[in-house]
């Protein structure tokens, strides 16, 4: 028989789990009496199976079904935010994209510069807004005088 710890060791986890017939068995046992290396591993194996047998296993909680499928619903559908991430890493992933993104970003550049005139500077817009508004002022004195007939004088020459 050749060594079944290098050659065959589905033979050995076999004979530690009592499948093998009784032919096989007692030619595995003859040449576990003179190999070392089986004896260790069928020890190993049986080390292994009354530690199976010893386990129990803990109960499972009531709403144990109901919670795994939830999961796994969520899982198949991931978030928008998540698929967008996804998105963006694959189409990031094609070597010719950043390329792109600059080509885009400096036609966009050329396209937002103003154009034509430049505008009129902006204290200028503000002294016509205070010209006017003098002028404003100055219309309702005026109309303040008339009302309150010109004759009277100093009341109103002190507004
Ligand atoms: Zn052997």
Same mark, same amino acid.
């Given at each position: *028989?050749?060594?079944?710890?290098?050659?065959?060791?589905?033979?050995? /986890? =076999?004979?530690?789990?009592?499948?093998?017939? &009784?032919? #096989?068995?007692?030619?595995?046992? =003859?040449?576990?009496? #003179?190999? #070392?290396?089986? +004896?260790?591993?069928?020890?190993?194996?049986?080390?292994?199976?009354?530690?199976?047998?010893?386990?129990? =296993?803990?109960?499972?909680?009531?709403?144990?079904? $109901?919670?795994?499928?939830?999961?796994?619903? &969520?899982?198949?559908?991931?978030?928008?935010?998540?698929?967008?991430?996804?998105?963006? +890493?694959?189409? =990031?992933?094609?070597?010719?994209?950043? !390329?792109? !993104?600059?080509?885009? *970003?400096?036609?966009?550049?050329?396209?937002?510069?103003?154009?034509? $005139?430049?505008?009129?500077?902006?204290?200028?817009?503000?002294? /016509?807004?205070?010209?006017?508004?003098?002028?404003?002022?100055?219309?309702?004195?005026? *109309?303040?005088?008339?009302? &309150?007939?010109?004759?009277?004088?100093?009341?109103?020459? &002190?507004?």
């Amino acid at each position: *028989m050749r060594c079944p710890e290098t050659d065959n060791q589905e033979l050995l /986890v =076999a004979y530690g789990a009592g499948r093998l017939g &009784s032919r #096989e068995t007692a030619k595995l046992e =003859a040449h576990l009496a #003179e190999c #070392e290396a089986c +004896r260790v591993a069928c020890a190993a194996q049986a080390t292994v199976w009354k530690a199976l047998d010893g386990w129990e =296993a803990e109960p499972l909680a009531s709403d144990f079904d $109901a919670r795994l499928l939830a999961r796994i619903a &969520s899982e198949e559908q991931p978030g928008w935010r998540r698929r967008w991430r996804e998105w963006l +890493r694959a189409v =990031a992933a094609r070597p010719a994209v950043p !390329a792109f !993104a600059a080509l885009f *970003m400096v036609v966009a550049g050329f396209w937002l510069l103003p154009r034509g $005139a430049p505008p009129e500077p902006r204290a200028d817009a503000a002294l /016509v807004r205070e010209i006017e508004i003098i002028e404003a002022t100055l219309d309702d004195l005026e *109309m303040v005088k008339e009302l &309150s007939g010109g004759d009277r004088g100093e009341g109103a020459r &002190s507004l």
